[in-house]
């Protein structure tokens, strides 16, 4: 039976949809694999996205609480506002109260990227304040550390990521993801397949 990796994540510009795409290929390239793609639900209405000038949404599919239970692992993905992830993606985990109750999702393996404004608009922050719901959760929280290598040490240009997880910065929301930035997303999504893979094995 094929280990599932979902990744989950939510994104009103694009960006964090582009390091989704990324993260899926990584985590499909892994032998035994099958990674699927989600979005969580909007929670701001039509009238409001039309200010903010938000493009239409994709058609991935929209995944709902009790589906969580069906993978074997996670990637989480969110923009990041004032330093933790956006509010949508929350109201999406506040949702998950029942599987909580049970504990369904524990001793399963996640990670996490985003999308920030800056290089010191959260990007290690996001993530630190994320992991408390995987905590209550008991899910397993999987950095990526410093396996991507040489990558994670750029200095000559702008980049998102962390040892937390893949990332991207997206200035005034022109600036798409890079070409560093969509492999480390790769890199993550290969990582934590892997892992997940091990673990589904191990049990």
Known sequence: ???????????????????AEEIKKG??????????LWQVPETLPEEVLG?????????????????????????FGFPTKFGMMTAQFK??????????????????PAGIFSSTGSQ???????????ITQLVHHGMIFVP???????????????????????GTITGDDSRQPSELELELAFHQGKYIATITKKLKGAA
């Open 120 to 130: 010191g608009g959260g990007q290690e922050t996001t993530a630190l304040t994320a």
């Open 1 to 19: 039976m094929a280990t599932k990796v979902y990744i989950v994540y939510y994104s009103m510009y694009g960006h964090v949809k582009k390091l």
């Open 27 to 36: 985590a499909a390239s892994v032998e035994g694999v099958e990674a699927k």
């Open 144 to 166: 990526i550390g410093y396996t991507f290598g040489a990558g994670m040490y750029e200095m000559e240009k702008v980049k998102g990521g962390s040892p937390y997880g893949a």
């Open 91 to 108: 109201a999406f985990l506040d949702a998950t109260g029942g599987l909580w109750r049970t504990q369904q999702l524990a001793g399963k």
């Open 51 to 75: 200010k903010l000038r938000a493009p239409p949404r994709s058609d991935v599919p929209i995944i709902k609480p009790k589906e969580l239970v069906e993978a074997d692992g996670f990637v």
